[in-house]
């Protein structure tokens, strides 16, 4: 136990960067996948078409498959930038698939009927989305966004397999190689990810009350 | 509601215009010596759901100041035709104009004369995420470009005019169904449309709401605005329509003013529809 207690500052430290990337990730995969959802409910052909074959294929590589691609492909054409930061491109190019599909599911949990009321109204494609339907599947998708806010966390911690070693599952590694205590220092980082995974449901839960009285 | 009948008050004299082939009060031209143009203009309206035709060779016109009043049993696309009027359903030939303006397949330009032509549903459909006011502001602001103060003293106007002032802050789910249609009403007219349509207003609503509903759009009726209604309240027919179309079978089977109407139907079909819902 004195061991965790001397490197608590490792597990600190750990832990701020794969937050960090998890920040990072999520911002990216929720801009990109609201971009791909909007191309999945727009008029016009060829985005919807893109946006399915994107959403069909990207969710159909494994993630470190993935991870490793990037952290030795982007290098071959050229794009050289640090590992960090290209976890994060990886990581967000790949949940903004599943992004896009939570989001689409807000969106067709709103009523036809709200939708034709606004058309009716005169309101264009973009006011009808951007007043009338994200705002109510904003409600509907609380829950399910933070559930992938949470995989998204857990799943940071792939980003050591590809060489990322100050994140929080790297900083474990190091100190397991060094001390060879593996139930010790991982379960110390298990216990890391438990609090942040749980504060971040109960916030969700906080939130989808809140917003559930102003229904 | 089927009791009295409103004899020959009605402040105008309005010409049949139905020229369906299957019509027997058959195709007549709309009227030359009438001074006013149509408002809405139908020529030709065909519409399918996929192998479906549910509407066949509709021609219609309404008038400026008319109430039409739309009757027919259900899936005889009284419905579907309220809906093509502002293209919440496409069309697969045929024309709609409204205000003599021939209405676009889709863009900005559908948008725009779309708000012409205000929509009352069969539910509703109010913004359940706004308030009543903002509901009523929403679209004036978006669409007309109002300031929001000049909105919302419109919209709270509105909300007086249906005999709701002190709901502007509610939400809908805390309405009753008469209430929400009645906000639904005043949102619709917050647009200042030159046409209302009306797709069965009263369908959802228990029968002590109806009423008051229908108090509404006579009000509207007496003030002269132009209104489509599709309805199976025959009582409103009789009283506050100028006009009753009777549909079946996707097509327009007789139109004329509800005393010669309820008189006598003019057609088989619609004295047999008739028969059935004026017994209970």
């Known amino acids: 136990m004195g061991l965790i207690v001397d490197h608590i500052g490792v597990f600190g430290s750990g832990l701020r960067v794969s937050a960090e990337i998890s920040a990072c990730t999520f911002v990216l995969a929720a801009l990109l996948g609201a971009a791909l959802a909007v191309c999945q409910i727009s ?60 989001l689409r599911a807000g969106v067709r949990a709103v009523p036809r009927g709200q939708i034709e009321a606004a058309r009716a109204l005169g309101l ?85 009350r809140k917003l559930a009285v102003s229904r | 509601m089927a009791g009295q009948a409103q004899p020959g008050t009605l402040p105008q004299e309005f010409r049949v215009s139905s020229s369906d082939a299957l019509s027997e009060t058959a195709a007549q031209a709309p009227s030359d010596q009438d001074p006013r143009t149509s408002l809405v203009r139908i020529r030709g309206l065909n519409k399918h759901f996929g192998g479906v035709q549910v509407l066949h060779d509709v021609d219609l016109d309404v008038h400026s100041g008319e109430v039409v009043a739309v009757i027919g049993p ?92 002190d709901k502007a802050d509610a939400h809908p789910a805390q309405l009753s169904g008469g209430q929400q249609q009645r906000v639904a009403i005043a949102r619709a007219l917050a647009m200042e449309p030159s046409v209302l349509l009306c797709d069965e207003p009263t369908s959802a609503l228990d029968p002590e709401m109806i009423q008051e509903v229908l108090d509404v759009l006579a009000e509207l009726a007496a003030e002269g605005m ?23 079978g996707g097509r327009i089977l007789t139109s004329a003013p509800p005393t010669e109407f309820f008189a006598d139907p003019g057609h088989a079909r619609a004295a047999d529809f008739l028969s059935k819902v004026l017994q209970h």
């Open chain 2, 226 to 248: 132009t209104m489509i209604v599709v309805t199976h309240e025959m009582g409103f027919a009789r009283k506050v329509a100028d006009r009753v179309v009777f549909m079946d």
């Open chain 1, 43 to 102: 008029p016009v052909l060829p985005l919807r078409v893109f946006s399915r074959l994107y959403v069909g294929g990207v969710r159909s590589i494994p993630l470190l498959v993935l991870l490793t691609l990037f952290v030795f492909g982007l290098p071959e054409i050229g794009v050289v930038y640090s590992l960090q930061w290209t976890a994060v491109t990886a990581m967000g190019l790949y949940w903004a698939a599943f992004f896009c599909e939570v």
């Open chain 2, 74 to 165: 259900s899936g005889s696309g009284k419905s579907t035709l309220c809906r093509c009027i502002n293209r919440l359903e496409t069309i697969t030939s045929g024309s709609i104009e409204v205000g003599g303006v021939p209405l676009p397949a889709e863009g900005r330009e559908l948008s725009r004369l779309r708000a012409e032509a205000g929509m009352v549903f069969q539910s509703f459909n109010l913004f359940s995420h706004m308030t009543v006011l903002q509901n009523l502001v929403l679209a004036p602001v978006q669409v007309r470009g109002l300031s929001r103060a000049e909105a919302q003293k419109r919209g709270r106007r509105l909300l007086a005019r249906v005999g709701l002032a």
């Open chain 1, 124 to 208: 264009g494609f973009g006011q009808t989305l951007r007043l009338v339907v994200l705002p109510q599947a904003a409600r509907s998708i609380i829950q399910p966004a933070a559930s992938l806010l949470i995989a998204v966390t857990l799943n940071s911690s792939l980003a050591a397999a590809v060489g990322v070693t100050q994140e929080l599952t790297g900083q474990t590694e190091l100190l397991d190689q060094q001390y060879a205590q593996p139930l010790l220092t991982f379960g110390a980082a298990a216990l890391a990810y438990v609090t942040v995974a749980l504060w971040v449901g109960w916030l969700a839960g906080a939130l989808d």
